[in-house]
């Protein structure tokens, strides 16, 4: 059986990297939400801080459907995933997302483990503002951040497997090496209750 390992937070908290130091410990491809994003946003010279016009999540939201059914029918190896979202609480595109995933998991006989990570707003703002983050098409609006982590919440999608790991003071390995403790529990069958990490 394989795992979808859904991380999830706001801009700047580290998905990607937290990721990709998760893959050198547990065999998975990255499947980044910029993956979906960008061949859109670069049509648009998308510059991080003005707002994008109405309906374009629409053609992500294509983009990251024809991924994950090509992932269900190739069954690619190795049979982990560790996917990124966003994934902001009460937002319909974000369920609409998460829903995504889930049902690909399925389709897929996958473990699917959500994981929601957290970051104060001061660190998040100095996270969100790094250069590399431009190069990618990422939001590097520091107001944004932190107008974000006050008003909103990351999605919780009240999935029995869910791990909140609050990354605020932790580095990428030791959040990576949380993360895998819980798989390796989610896996054994020794779930319990969730962590606040």
């Known amino acids: 059986m394989g795992v979808f390992v859904l991380l999830m937070g706001f801009p700047g908290v580290g998905k990607l990297t937290i990721a990709t130091e998760l893959s050198s410990l547990f065999p998975a491809k990255i499947i980044d939400n910029h993956w979906f994003n960008n061949p859109i946003l670069r049509l648009l010279d998308d510059d991080g801080t003005t707002p994008l016009p109405p ?33 902001i609480a009460g937002d319909e595109r974000s369920a609409r997302t998460f829903q995504q995933i889930c049902d ?6 996958a473990l699917l483990v959500p994981v929601r990570l957290l970051c104060d707003a001061e660190e998040l703002a100095r996270r969100v503002s790094t250069p590399t983050r431009r190069e990618r098409l990422k939001s590097t609006d520091v107001q944004a951040s932190i107008d974000k982590s006050r008003q909103a919440r990351v ?39 969730r962590s606040n990490g």
């Open 104 to 109: 690909a998991a399925r389709q897929y006989e």
């Open 55 to 87: 309906g374009v999540w629409e053609y992500t939201a294509r983009v990251r459907q024809a991924v994950l059914d090509a992932i269900v029918v190739y069954r690619p190896a190795p049979a982990n995933f560790i996917f990124t979202h966003a994934g």
């Open 155 to 193: 999605l919780d999608p009240k999935h029995r497997f869910t791990l909140d790991l609050d990354v605020t003071s932790k580095t990428a390995q030791a959040s990576a090496a949380a993360i895998l403790h819980h798989v390796t529990r989610v896996i054994a069958g020794d779930f319990g209750c």
